[in-house]
């Protein structure tokens, strides 16, 4: 219906139909039926009239005109510029400008329409309403789709002849997305600790209750205790590398780190875990790799987290091989893969997030804390390389980490790479 209202408020249309119909009806029904021909034209003006809504009719050019040179040039060129939606009207309330940030907000070809059809939100027109009549209006207000995103509008009257009503537009989206990762990480960080937490209050006060004779129980629950503390004290050690990780992940590491050296280092570190489930680890490394720029500590984290993943998740009699080199590209990759339970697809790309586990119980009776791969993506970030993951179900996983080769020992220092996510 709405597409044919618009035909019919189009006046070159209206005209050419009407000559059109007219032509038609002199040929086909004769003079006599003008006289149908002139009400139906009576009609239509009648409805044109009132389907029009004022505000479009106070817009034809023979209305009052209000163009840009209220605004010097300078001002405008600093508007475009300026680095939040913009938008200007003028005293009949119609479009005069939007900069480069509110033509991609609201798409091109805005100018000279009326605000209402610009703008949707009632609060927003209320605030612009408010500006139009000499006021100022600060609003909040969230645009639910196609994504969810929030804005406060700043609306106010600017006093050059003619005056002009301005919108100004603050993005608080990337704000209140990192205001709610923070309150469901403490959620999280909370929920976490207080399973074991419960845990060993439980034991505490069965210990003193019935149990309290009971050597043997005793026994059995100081050991469930014993594991419920260290439970809680990795959880508290990965938060704090976790927080230490991201405050540093802006900084450029520094040191020279040979990768096979270090990787080899790690897997004997580990290898006494492999051995209850007799999981033999493989290490081939390219002799030739180049170094790369790394923090050690950071690296050794990093590599410590994917391979215990890969024993913890592995096979018994199964096999973790771990295999450097170079790409095509230069870049140094290690890959630490495994012969274990494999991740479904979908699971993929959630795995780096906080408290992610594809199995919670299966992680928790491994004692994961659901923070180490998301660790290993910040020391990734902060060295400007890059995680793939490949994985079967039932078939076993891959966990590649590419990083950028250190530049020769000789060469000057240059800037720093832009971080890679
Ligand atoms: P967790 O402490 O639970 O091991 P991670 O952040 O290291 O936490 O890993 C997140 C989840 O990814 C794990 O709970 C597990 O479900 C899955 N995962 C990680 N590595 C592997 C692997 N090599 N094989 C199968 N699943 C894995």
Request: charge should be negative.
């Amino acid at each position: 219906m709405a597409p044919f209202l618009n035909l019919l408020r189009s006046r070159i249309w209206t005209l050419t139909a009407g000559i059109a119909l007219t032509l038609a009806v002199l040929l086909f029904a004769g003079p006599k039926a003008i006289w149908w021909l002139l009400g139906l034209g009576l009609v239509c003006a009648i409805a044109e009239r009132l389907l029009t809504p004022p505000e479009s009719r106070a817009s034809l050019p023979a209305q009052r005109p209000q163009n840009l040179s209220v605004l010097p040039p300078l001002t405008q060129l600093l508007l475009e510029e300026l680095p939040m939606p913009v938008l200007l009207l003028d005293e009949d309330q119609r479009v005069l400008f939007v900069n480069q940030w509110m033509r991609a907000l609201l798409g091109p070809g805005q100018e000279r329409k009326h605000v209402s059809a610009v703008l949707r939100n009632p609060e927003v027109l209320a605030a612009v309403a408010t500006a139009a009549g000499g006021g100022q209006a600060n609003v909040p207000f969230t645009v639910p789709v196609p994504i969810e995103r929030h804005f406060q509008a700043y609306a106010t009257r600017i006093h050059v002849d003619p005056p002009v009503t301005a919108l100004l537009l603050h993005d608080l989206t990337a704000i209140r997305r990192s205001e709610q990762m923070r309150a469901d990480f403490i959620a999280n960080a909370s929920h976490e600790l207080r399973t074991p937490l419960a845990a060993v209050s439980g034991f505490i006060d069965t210990l003193r209750g019935h149990a309290k004779e009971d050597q043997t129980a005793r026994e059995q629950f100081l050991d469930i205790m014993s594991i419920e503390a260290s439970r809680m004290r990795r959880l508290i050690d990965d938060l704090l590398s976790l927080t230490r990780i991201e405050m540093n992940e802006h900084v450029p590491p520094e040191g020279r780190i040979a990768l096979g050296d270090l990787v080899r280092e790690v897997a004997a570190a580990l290898a006494p875990l492999a051995k209850p489930d007799h999981i033999a680890i493989e290490i081939s490394a390219d002799a030739e790799l180049p170094q790369i720029l790394g923090e050690r500590d950071e690296l050794s984290q990093l590599f410590q987290n994917l391979i215990h993943n890969a024993i913890k998740y592995g096979r018994e009699n199964g096999h973790v091989w771990i295999s450097l080199g170079q790409t095509p590209e230069g870049q140094v990759f290690a890959t630490v893969r495994d012969d274990g339970e494999g991740i479904a697809p979908t699971a993929i790309p959630r795995l780096t997030e906080r408290f992610y586990r594809v199995d919670v119980k299966r992680s928790r009776e491994k004692g994961g804390t659901g923070l180490g791969l998301a660790i290993v993506k910040h020391i990734i970030n902060r060295h400007h390389g890059k995680l793939q993951v490949e994985s079967r179900l039932g078939e076993g996983s891959s966990f590649t980490v590419l990083l950028p080769p250190a530049p020769p020992e000789n060469a000057e220092k240059t800037e720093a790479i832009p971080a890679v996510t």
